[in-house]
């Protein structure tokens, strides 16, 4: 494949061996239908045959073929220009003023069973959001606004699904006034276990 010829990722997985197509072979009962939506969308971005745009210069006359692209979350060319996309626009959005970085995340007992139901993930993401909000409006009577992302991997490439959340305080401040004891963790770390088994025993 020429197009994106240089794509190491691409490299591996649609080389002469068929890494990807061997892999799916042998485990595709157990490979969820999106992941593998995905991957062939990135198997096809960029590729000609699939469409493109012809751009031609009014001073010189040079003609450049741009090929559409697949805009899918597993393309690494395709995602870096969405994310750095929606960090701008993030940044310009929040207010100038500064914010903490908390992370939340379940037990390893409880992992197996977000894995097999994953339309409990969103939930968590929420539960998550929802328990910093009720400890602003207990703790300073207001609401704060908070940025979320799950991710559904650990640095080691397991099962390991935390939310990130940054959140802004009363004022600039306050924030530093009370810093690292803005919460308190044991309370909140129990609120966080409450609701995992709550809703994994509705």
Do not use: F, I, N, R
């Given at each position: 494949m020429e197009f994106m010829k240089n794509n190491i990722l691409r490299q591996i997985f649609f080389d002469n061996e068929r890494h990807w197509d061997r892999f799916v072979e042998k485990y595709g009962d157990r490979i969820r239908p999106i992941v593998v939506k995905e991957v062939e969308k990135f198997r096809n971005c960029g590729n000609p045959r699939n469409g493109f745009k012809i751009l031609v210069c009014e001073g010189c006359h040079d003609i450049r073929i741009v090929p559409y692209r697949c805009k899918g979350r597993f393309c690494t060319t395709c995602s870096s220009g969405e994310t750095e996309e929606w960090s701008r626009m993030m940044a310009e959005d929040v207010l100038q003023v500064n914010h903490r970085h908390v992370v939340f995340t379940i037990d390893e007992v409880l992992r197996e069973i977000f894995q097999r139901h994953r339309h409990?993930?969103?939930?968590?993401?929420?539960?998550?959001?929802g328990i910093i909000q009720e400890w602003f409006k207990k703790k300073f009577k207001m609401t704060p606004g908070i940025i979320a992302g799950l991710h559904t991997f650990g640095a080691q490439m397991n099962f390991n699904p935390h939310v990130h959340m940054r959140n802004h305080g009363r004022n600039e401040d306050k924030w530093r006034v009370e810093g690292i004891r803005l919460y308190t963790v044991s309370n909140v770390e129990k609120t966080m276990a409450d609701r995992c088994i709550e809703a994994n025993t509705q």
């Open positions: 409990l993930l969103k939930p968590l993401m929420d539960e998550a959001v």
